[in-house]
């Protein structure tokens, strides 16, 4: 046990006969977090209050369905969940792959801005920059857990647990601490794509850069994350999934986003928020003020416009 990180907390607290997680604590600070992070984005940006609140909580809700699912998929014994299939909602057994999150919000972000009239590139923005800082704080309860982690070490922040209720293959025995990896990776992302966001560049930038740059980081993190067994060329499942995105998924958006601008751009001329409320006033030197009588034609050829035509 010398020199490494002991980590005694039990998974599990129990309040009188309540068993607390504390998996399930990390997530629900870490969605107040994300709340609180970015609907100021969005309503800065002219989303209405209540179309926001709506995005975020249908997005929690779908996202965290995803995650649970394509981790279901993923797993050798799917037969068993198709069995029983309460367990394929059986969070609370452990279990969630992100990029299920990922590839679910992006079909939920689609449609909501589809219905919503708003633009798709501005709600995938707020949807990477709600996957930043809220995961770095989800992945407490990983560490606490110890269900991701690397192969025995005895490098000096290598961790060891001391409770027989966390995933760690064994008691006392140093590891590598990928969860802690998992971490440092997703506070370094929300550097980056709050820094892309404060440039003013246009809508789907962030997205496009988080795109590449969580999948780099995943297809890197992965091979020192022993608790998920290769699945194809020495290869786990999220480095397959790390290398379609990179490789398939940002190439085609960032070539629709090119050629077609405006495709999943903002239908309508104003959401809610950019609309001024009546009699409001009108800024100086505005578009909107009387347009000034046209010069008189001196072709005689001409006759005057009719009011039908003008």
Known sequence: MLGVITIPIDPVLQVGPFPIHWYGVGYAVAFLVGIRLVTPYLLKRGVAEKDASSLIWWSIAIGLLGARLYFVVQQPNLGDYLRNPIRII??????????????????????????KKLSFWLLIDAGVLFATLPQAIGRVGNIINGDILGPPSDLPWAVAYTSPHTFAPAIG???????????????????????????????????????????????ALFFVRATEPPVLLGLKQAQLTS???????????????????????????????????PGAAREPGSDDREPEPAAPSRSRSRRPLAKEEA
């Open 90 to 115: 059986a969070a609370w057994e452990g279990g969630m792959a992100f990029f299920g999150t990922i590839i679910a919000l992006f079909f939920t972000l689609l449609a909501f801005a589809y219905i």
């Open 173 to 219: 025995v140093g590891y590598q601490p990928a969860g802690a990896y998992e971490l440092l990776v997703s506070l370094g992302l929300f550097f980056l794509i709050s820094w892309v966001l404060r440039q003013g560049w246009q809508d789907g930038t962030a997205a496009l850069v988080y795109g590449v740059a969580y999948p780099l980081s995943q297809l």
């Open 243 to 277: 290398l379609v995105f990179i490789f398939l998924v940002v190439p085609t958006v960032y070539l629709v986003r090119r050629r077609w601008p405006g495709i999943f751009a903002r239908t309508d001329t104003a959401t809610a928020g950019d609309q001024p409320g």
